[in-house]
């Protein structure tokens, strides 16, 4: 028997035998590694006579693909082999009970921001963001509130450095110069948004949501800020004959400015909204002021418009009759299964009380 004849029948016996792939790696380098049957064949070549050599070669070369081949499709037996065993191990018990599943809830704030921006939309409303950490100039000096302004002590500011130019923003107004200094008049926007203030009691967090509006156009004037709070308190509180009263005020992005103030009346210690000899604030507004116009340039003989801002969730505690804001961000489970909502829950008011 030739070399090549006794290297093939030594190879056909051993990968007969063959059980894992860990043994395979084995075959192949008993054949093909470094000091292999095959590779010391190969290095050999220069040693034959010239004569012989190429047949040898030839000879060798085709023994080197059919014992390739079937390092191949052992291969691949082997693997297909592997998994049918492992499928038979893990076999999926259908007996086997379900684990216990929880449904998250809507968190009120969020359901009510949906609510919102829903009721804003339909009279055409756009929703705008902003960032939290704003600069000094967005939320105080472009709004029409210069240094020394006692505004500015009001709003308790968290600054985030030593300078003051960095802050946490204390209203969502600062979209309101954001959105206009990025685009051109006309503005019909509503803003959602946290805001912050170094404050906490029942009914004062440091974190809190706003919702500001802000309507510029050239005939905008302030009957249109009536209807549109009278249109969208109505909606929101699903009362029809809901009392609405402006107290003037003052803001110094406003001109005029007033405060809104809704009816209530207390009925077996919980809270009505609607009619009643009580009052309620529940938001600020105004007309923008020609000032900020200017700053963010806005051409103020040709446009104007209101603005406003309103807690959310001081609206999300009176619609719902919740009492202690603190709650809100306590993220409390069983908090939330009570007052939380049902993702598919289609607010009420949806298709529009004044239609
Ligand atoms: N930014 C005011 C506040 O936080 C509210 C407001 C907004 C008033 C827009 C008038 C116009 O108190």
Redesign the pocket.
């Known amino acids: 028997m030739s070399d090549l004849d006794s290297i093939n029948s030594s190879f056909e016996q051993k990968i007969k035998s063959l059980k894992s792939k860990e043994e395979l790696q084995i075959l192949k380098t008993e054949f093909f590694g470094k000091n292999g049957q095959i590779t010391k064949q190969f290095k050999n070549l220069g040693n034959i006579t010239a004569d012989k050599r190429k047949e040898f070669a030839s000879s060798l070369n085709k023994l080197k693909d059919r014992l390739n081949t079937q390092l191949d499709s052992k291969f691949i037996e082997l693997e297909t082999l592997e998994i049918n065993e492992k499928l038979k191990d893990q076999k999926i018990d259908i007996t086997l009970p379900v684990r216990p599943f929880q449904n998250g809830k809507i968190h009120p704030v969020s359901q009510v921001i949906d609510e919102i921006s829903s009721i804003f939309s339909e009279i055409g409303f756009a929703v705008a963001e902003g960032p939290d950490v704003e600069t000094e100039y967005n939320n105080f000096t472009a709004l029409n509130t210069p240094e020394d302004h006692p505004a500015r002590d009001m709003h308790d500011t968290f600054y985030l450095e030593e300078n003051k130019k960095i802050l946490l923003r ?4 600062p979209v ?1 110069i954001r959105t206009m200094m990025n685009g051109k008049p006309p503005f019909k926007i509503i803003v959602p948004g946290r ?1 912050y203030r170094c404050d906490s009691d029942q009914t004062h967090a440091p974190m809190f949501h ?1 919702l ?2 802000l309507h510029i156009d050239k005939n905008i004037n302030m009957s249109h800020l009536k209807g549109c709070l009278d249109y969208f308190i109505k909606e929101f509180f699903e009362v029809k004959n809901l009392k609405m009263r402006f107290r003037p005020s003052h ?1 110094p ?2 001109e005029p ?1 007033a405060e809104v103030d809704i009816g209530y009346r207390i009925e077996k210690g919980r809270i009505v909204i609607g009619e009643g000899d009580k009052w309620l604030e529940i ?4 007309m923008v002021h020609p000032n900020v116009l200017r700053n963010v340039k806005v051409d103020s003989n040709k446009y104007q418009g209101f ?3 309103m807690g959310i969730d001081r609206l999300a505690m009176l619609k719902y009759g919740i009492n202690d804001l603190r709650a809100f961000f306590e993220s409390d489970f069983r908090w939330l299964s009570h007052f939380g909502f049902d993702p598919l829950d289609v607010p009420t008011n949806y298709r529009g009380l004044s239609k």
């Open positions: 204390t209203h969502t107004s309101q805001t706003q500001e509006g803001f992005f406003t400015s938001l600020g507004c105004g603005a406003f801002g």
